[in-house]
C-alpha cells in the first residue's frame, strides 16, 4: 500500500536478517516469545511497519516498511541495538547479536503507480 509524506508518496520494505553471537541456536521458547515482543515495541515507538517477524532458532528475519528519512542502516541499528538492551535489562538470559546483517529492498513501482505520480504533480508544487 502507497503512504505518503507532507512531501512524498512511498512503498518502502525491507527484509532484514541478523544473527546471535557466535550463531547459538538459543532463540526458542520464551526467548523467541519475548524478542517478537521487543521487535514489535521498537517498530511502533519508531513509526514502523512490521508486517512479518520469524524469530528462528538461530537467526531473525524482519520484514520492516519505513518512510525514506530512514536508512536501511539506521533501522538495522535500532532493531538490533534497541532489542539487546530491552531484552538484558528485563531478563536474566542474555541477548548479543553480531555485527554483521543483511537487508534486501522490496517494493513495488508499477507503470501505472508511476504515471499516477506523474499525472499528480502536473498540477504545480504544493
Not at 16 to 42: M, N
Request: proline content about 5%; glycine content about 6%; aromatic content about 12%.
Amino acid at each position: 500500500m502507497v503512504k505518503s509524506t507532507r512531501h512524498a508518496k512511498y512503498e518502502l520494505y525491507y527484509h532484514i536478517v541478523f544473527v546471535p553471537k557466535y550463531r547459538r541456536s538459543h532463540l526458542t521458547g520464551k526467548t523467541k516469545e519475548r524478542l517478537e515482543t521487543i521487535f514489535a515495541e521498537i517498530c511502533e515507538d519508531k513509526d514502523l511497519e512490521l508486517p512479518e517477524s520469524e524469530v528462528m532458532p538461530d537467526h531473525v528475519h524482519l520484514f520492516i516498511g519505513s518512510p525514506p528519512k530512514n536508512a536501511p542502516s539506521l533501522i538495522v541499528n535500532w532493531v538490533k541495538g534497541i532489542s539487546a538492551r530491552k531484552y538484558n535489562q528485563r531478563y536474566d538470559d542474555r541477548v548479543k547479536w553480531t555485527r554483521s546483517y543483511y537487508v534486501g529492498t522490496a517494493g513495488s513501482a508499477s507503470k501505472g503507480a508511476v504515471e499516477q505520480y506523474i499525472a499528480e504533480q502536473e498540477g504545480g508544487d504544493e
